[in-house]
T-cell receptor, first 110, second 116 residues
Framework: QKEVEQNSGPLSVPEGAIASLNCTYS??????FFWYRQYSGKSPELIMS????GDKEDGRFTAQLNKASQYVSLLIRDSQPSDSATYLC??????????FGTGTRLQVFP | DAGVIQSPRHEVTEMGQEVTLRCKPI?????LFWYRQTMMRGLELLIY????????DSGMPEDRFSAKMPNASFSTLKIQPSEPRDSAVYFC??????????????FGPGTRLTVL
């Protein structure tokens, strides 16, 4: 079992819809959770971090964390074609390093 | 700040040759990470440094890989000898502990390595 698992996609949603990206992790002692966005040919950039159970909202983005289910998700409201990218989930196991999932490719079509 | 700087951006070499990748972290950041990204394996951590000291090199695939950080503003990742399976994008990232043990990691533009 991989430490951080994501569906590779592609996830295709129409412009204006809600995109839901999911991530599961294996280590119950994980403390911190991150979503990075990576455009094709570019480097990853952090868009959301979440540390406690529940929802965290930032503009059109909402991160959701359920530690009991070892599940973290990212919702993108009012999806735009510019949101088309690969979204990487990353987990910190109370160390200085992050474990990344392989990413979910999101396609937003007009 | 210019962000994390990596060079070269692209490297094409032949099997058996030595390859050296370079990274300049963001000034003031005390953590530096080297990652490798492939389609099959995703983004993998190779090694990371704290205050120029290697902390965890468990991700380094084999003895052909080595990394150094002689000072706070420079790090190298060397592959000798290189093999076709080393072809990947290599990212350097840096972060600061001012926000806690794992703060935002800022990635460089990456080096796309092709070993023929």
């Amino acid at each position: 079992q991989k430490e951080v698992e994501q569906n590779s996609g592609p996830l295709s949603v129409p412009e204006g819809a809600i995109a839901s990206l999911n991530c599961t992790y294996s280590d119950r002692v994980s403390q911190s959770f991150f979503w990075y966005r990576q455009y094709s040919g570019k480097s990853p950039e952090l868009i959301m971090s979440i540390y406690s159970n529940g929802d965290k909202e930032d503009g059109r983005f909402t991160a959701q964390l359920n530690k009991a289910s070892q599940y973290v998700s990212l919702l993108i409201r009012d999806s735009q074609p510019s949101d088309s990218a690969t979204y990487l989930c990353a987990v910190n196991h109370n160390t200085d390093k992050l474990i990344f999932g392989t990413g979910t490719r999101l396609q937003v079509f007009p | 700040d210019a962000g994390v700087i990596q060079s070269p951006r692209h490297e094409v070499t032949e099997m058996g040759q030595e390859v050296t990748l370079r990274c300049k972290p963001i000034s003031g950041h005390d953590y530096l990470f080297w990652y490798r990204q492939t389609m099959m394996r995703g983004l993998e951590l190779l090694i990371y440094f704290n205050n120029n000291v290697p902390i965890d090199d468990s991700g380094m695939p084999e003895d052909r890989f080595s990394a150094k950080m002689p000072n706070a503003s420079f790090s190298t990742l060397k592959i000798q000898p290189s093999e076709p399976r080393d072809s990947a994008v290599y990212f350097c990232a840096s972060s600061s502990t001012s926000g806690g043990p794992t703060d935002t990691q800022y990635f460089g533009p990456g080096t796309r390595l092709t070993v023929l």
